[in-house]
């Protein structure tokens, strides 16, 4: 099977003062539709620059790109933002939910941009809450929702447009260790049940548990890889 997103000797230079950091050096990496791919290590090993370059968010030093097989830095700055929002959804430690929108509300947004009418916006995001075990809760604002509720209402965010891939940058960071198992088990669910190629970030060793493969980062290096 051809890998969903696939990154070839990746790097991203810093400059600090005069010296250039080299956050992320050469990694090679690949995830395939249906698996979740663990890029585990500790704070400062790069694992949020390599998911920020994988998600087409920041341009790579040098190194490729490809998504579905195409190479992503052949696009230009205006196509990048389109190929975003198409491909990738997004979830992050700290949740960045709207707080004055109620949890439906903050999915059915999502959808806002995309040519779908109102009744298709509100079905999707309404079986999706459902999914998430969120069906007495749609109607919650953020701040009368647990963190784990939180989460899974940013996970059903990020999947209401259909993506290709989801990642999910130290989305347990900020819950405690029950409702980081519902969460990486949600994630596993939409792997396998949708097809997503998930990629987390994630320094908890818990994580591993739930991967197909793991990347293990330390200074920006790769230093083991288990399928
Ligand atoms: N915008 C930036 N400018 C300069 N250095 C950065 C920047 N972003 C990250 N770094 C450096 O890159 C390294 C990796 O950071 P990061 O990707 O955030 O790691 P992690 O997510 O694993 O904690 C760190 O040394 C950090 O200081
Ligand atoms: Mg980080």
Redesign the pocket.
Known sequence: MRPMLEARALS?H???GSIA?A??DSVSFSVLPGEIALII????????????MLGCILRPTSGAILLAGRDVGRLSDRELPRIRGRCFGFVFQSFHLFPFLTARENVETALRLRKVSARVRRERTVDLLARCGLEDRMDFYPASLSGGEKQRVAIARALVGDPFILLA??PTACLDSANGEIVFEMLRHFAQEKGKAVVI?S?DPKARRFADRVYS?AD?RIEVMTD
């Not at 290590?41 to 920020?52: A, E, F, I, M, V």
């Open positions: 991203k810093y400059q600090q950091v956050a992320v290590g500790p704070s400062g090993s790069g694992k949020s620059t390599l998911l920020s940058d130290e970030a320094h980062l920006g």
